[in-house]
């Protein structure tokens, strides 16, 4: 089956695949991937609380989402304290920054009219 050979190219037909259930109406509708659905469902609320402990830190599996858990020890405390203040700081920066950018652009602004009339 070359390039330059007489035989056409055919391609292997794909099989049909299964159809899945589109909306949580099918799922109602047909008992066994219902059951399947609930059961699955079940499980999952079983796992509810699971917690796995991390190198960061431990994790707890809570409504189908793992989430950490937080235990703030008075290092936390200083660190946060400690961001808030420098995030205020950074701010208050950013702001300034801003001004002297408006500042300038008004006075090339205010330059380039004189220049021109």
Not at 81 to 98: A, G, P, T
């Amino acid at each position: 089956m070359g390039i330059f050979s007489n035989t056409p190219f055919a391609p292997k037909r794909v099989p049909q695949r299964k159809k899945k259930a589109e909306s949580l109406g099918d799922l109602s509708r047909n008992p066994e991937q219902s059951s399947e659905f609930e059961r699955d469902r079940q499980q999952l609320s079983n796992l509810s609380g699971t917690k796995i402990k991390t190198g960061s830190g431990d994790l707890i599996f809570i409504d189908g989402v793992w989430k950490k858990e937080t235990v703030l020890d008075a290092n936390d405390a200083v660190k946060c304290e400690e961001l808030e203040k420098e995030n205020e700081s950074i701010e208050q920066q950013n702001n300034l920054l801003r001004l002297k950018v408006e500042l300038l652009l008004n006075m090339v602004t205010d330059h380039c009219a004189n220049v021109q009339t």
